[in-house]
């Protein structure tokens, strides 16, 4: 006698499964789906600042964001997440499935340079992200910290300016030596040409500031994202002989007040380990807003200058 079976289609089935239960995957967004991407990133605007800048910048398909735009959606077609999969891996996300479909797109890029998100949603991406026994590198606590207002007391020092062409030589060692301190890798000695680049779009943007005196340099921060509702900031450094001066919280007063007259908050990340960092920032008026984590991972030599 033989045993009757049953097929039941994948359509069918899914009737049975509670939608937050099933499965999800990440798709690549296309040109033309800004919008929608938008509206559901800007939900939280200081987590989400660098890739609303990247795609208001570049859109969702450029070799300028040094990856690929990823969504993941239910089945009504709203979005539940998206993510950068690249050079920088970033995450925002409503869904533990959604978290877990990014993950999946993730594994399949080989060329990851570091994964960052808040604390908790960086160890659930870990775990389905790093199946193959994958270890990282390096990791990085830091704290996100927000500023919204300067005091009226607080002195400034209107000779900061926006940097020029001719002084990239100038800021770019010190944002490479920024970038070494932090993550291991000098990108003045893996990617030299695509680094000075980068640099020298920013100074193009309009998003260098410095304080030069005598040709020196003595105070510099990088406008990394800018949106209409928050500015992140990185790459702050003052010259070593003026850091027990009032030199930096003058130029930071003044820097807050020119960005502050363009968008709602300041935000930067500073790593938890550097005390005299987060005292400084403190001391500027920037408040605690969450904890992240970076991962940093290790690099084939083909990998590095892409």
Not at 88 to 117: C, F, G, Q, W
Not at 204 to 229: C, M, P, Y
Request: negative net charge; proline residues 3%; hydrophobic residues 40%.
């Amino acid at each position: 006698m033989f045993q009757q079976t049953h097929t039941i289609s994948p359509a069918v089935s899914a009737l049975h499964v509670p939608e937050e239960f099933q499965p999800m995957t990440a798709e690549i967004l296309r040109a033309g789906e800004e919008s929608d991407v938008l509206e559901f990133l800007m939900q939280r605007p200081i987590h989400t600042v660098a890739m609303v800048s990247m795609i208001q910048d570049n859109g969702l398909e450029s070799t300028l964001n040094r990856g690929t735009f990823y969504g993941v959606r239910d089945l009504n077609g709203n979005l539940e997440g998206v993510g950068l999969v690249g050079h920088a891996t970033l995450l925002e996300t409503v869904s533990d499935r959604a978290l877990e479909a990014l993950a999946e797109a993730a594994r399949n890029y080989p060329k990851t340079h570091m994964i960052m998100a808040e604390q908790e949603r960086v160890a659930e991406f870990w775990e389905s992200y790093a199946q193959t026994g994958q270890e990282p590198r390096l990791l990085c606590r830091e704290w996100l910290m927000e500023l919204q207002s300067v005091p009226a007391s607080a002195k400034g020092i209107s000779a900061l300016r926006l940097a020029t062409e001719e002084e990239l030589d100038l800021v770019a060692p010190i944002q490479a030596q920024l970038a070494f301190e932090e993550s291991g890798v000098d990108p003045m000695m893996t990617d030299p040409v695509g680094f000075r680049k980068r640099c020298l779009r920013r100074i193009h943007q309009g998003r260098t500031w410095v304080l030069i005196e005598n040709g020196e340099l003595i105070f510099k921060a990088d406008v990394i994202s800018e949106t209409i509702d928050v500015i992140y900031i990185e790459g702050v450094w003052v010259k070593e002989d003026r850091r027990n001066t009032d030199c930096a919280t003058r130029c930071m007063a003044e820097l807050s007040r020119r960005l502050l007259a363009k968008a709602s908050s300041i935000c930067l990340l500073s790593n938890e380990l550097n005390t005299r960092a987060l005292a400084f920032y403190k001391k500027c008026g920037f408040q605690f807003r969450a904890t992240y984590e970076t991962v940093f991972l290790t690099l084939s030599d083909e990998s590095r200058t892409n």
